[in-house]
C-alpha cells in the first residue's frame, strides 16, 4: 500500500515537472512572438515616423548628407507656410466632395447592380457582366484620352464634375455586391415573395440590411481610392482651386526647388482626414473586411 502511494506521488510530481516546463518554454514563446511583432510594427510605422520629423526639420537638414534624425529645433512654421504655398481649404473641400459624392454613388448603384446580375434573370445577363467585369482587366492609362474627351465635351474641365464622374460606377464593387448577394440563401426571398413582396421591397427591406458588410467595405476603398487618386484630377483640372489635395501636393513636388518639410507637412495634413476615420471606424473597417473575405 505503501510503494502504491509513493508510485503514484512519484507520478504526480513528474507531470507537475513536465507541466512547469512547458509552460516556461510557452511563456518564452509568447515573449519572442511579442518581440517580432513588436520590431514588425515600429519597422512599419517607421516611415511615417520619419515623415512627421522631416515635417518638423529645415530643408538643409532634410538634405543633408549624413542624415538628421532628429531637428536641431522644431520648424512649427512648416504647417503654416503650407496655407501659403496651396490653397489647402479649398483642395480639402473638393477631396471631402469628390470622395462623398463617389462613395454615395458607388453604394447606391453598384449594390443594385450587384443585386440584378445576382439574383434577376433578363436576357443577355451572362453577356453584360462579361462586359462590366472586363473593365477590371484593362488598366485606367488606357481610356484616359477617351474620357478627357468626352469629359471636355460637356464642359467639365475644371469643375467638380469632371472629376467625380469617371468615378460613380465600379466594376470592383458591382463584382463584390455581387458576390455577397449570391452567398445569401434563396428561402429569404421566397419567403419575401410569398408574402407579397416586390424585387425592390425584397432589396431594400431583406438583401441589402444582410449585405452591410460587404457594403462597408465597398465604401472604405471607394473612400481611400477616390481620396488617394492622382493622375485623372491631374489631367482634368490646372487651376490650383479647382484640385483635391492629391493634385495640390504633385503641384508642390513639381516645383523647380521643392521645399520637402513644407511637402510632408501638406502630406500629413491631407492624410490626417482618413487616418481619423480609420481609428474612429477600425473595428467595422476590419469586421467588414473579415466577413467580406477580401483579402
Not at 265 to 289: E, K, N, Y
Request: charged letters at 10%.
Amino acid at each position: 500500500m505503501t510503494s502504491t502511494a509513493t508510485g503514484i506521488s512519484a507520478v504526480r510530481n513528474r507531470a507537475l515537472v513536465r507541466t512547469k516546463r512547458s509552460r516556461g518554454r510557452r511563456g518564452g514563446s509568447h515573449v519572442l512572438v511579442h518581440i517580432v511583432l513588436g520590431l514588425g510594427g515600429l519597422l512599419m510605422a517607421f516611415p511615417f515616423i520619419w515623415q512627421i520629423i522631416m515635417s518638423l526639420s529645415t530643408n538643409a537638414e532634410v538634405q543633408s548628407v549624413v542624415p538628421t534624425f532628429w531637428p536641431a529645433q522644431l520648424q512649427w512654421q512648416n504647417y503654416a507656410a503650407v496655407f501659403d504655398r496651396l490653397p489647402f481649404l479649398s483642395q480639402l473641400g473638393t477631396s471631402v466632395l469628390v470622395t462623398t459624392i463617389r462613395t454615395l454613388a458607388q453604394i447606391i448603384l453598384c449594390t443594385m447592380a450587384g443585386y440584378a446580375f445576382a439574383r434577376m434573370r433578363f436576357f443577355g445577363r451572362t453577356v453584360l457582366l462579361a462586359i462590366v467585369l472586363s473593365i477590371l482587366l484593362v488598366p485606367s492609362q488606357v481610356y484616359l484620352i477617351s474620357q478627357y474627351q468626352i469629359v471636355q465635351s460637356f464642359g467639365w474641365l475644371n469643375t467638380l464634375m469632371g472629376i467625380v464622374a469617371p468615378g460613380l460606377f465600379s466594376a470592383f464593387g458591382t463584382f463584390l455586391m455581387r458576390t455577397a448577394f449570391l452567398n445569401m440563401p434563396a428561402e429569404l426571398e421566397e419567403a419575401a415573395r410569398i408574402d407579397g413582396a416586390s424585387p425592390l421591397q425584397t432589396f431594400w427591406s431583406i438583401m441589402l440590411p444582410l449585405a452591410r458588410p460587404s457594403i462597408s467595405v465597398l465604401a472604405i476603398t471607394t473612400v481611400l481610392w477616390s481620396w488617394n487618386e492622382l493622375l485623372w484630377p491631374l489631367v482634368v483640372s490646372t487651376y490650383a482651386n479647382a484640385m483635391p489635395l492629391s493634385a495640390g501636393l504633385a503641384t508642390l513636388a513639381s516645383d523647380v526647388t521643392v521645399n520637402y518639410p513644407v511637402l510632408m507637412a501638406a502630406s500629413l495634413m491631407a492624410m490626417a482626414p482618413v487616418l481619423i476615420m480609420f481609428i474612429a471606424l477600425q473595428r467595422r473597417v476590419i469586421d467588414g473586411l473579415a466577413s467580406s473575405g477580401l483579402k
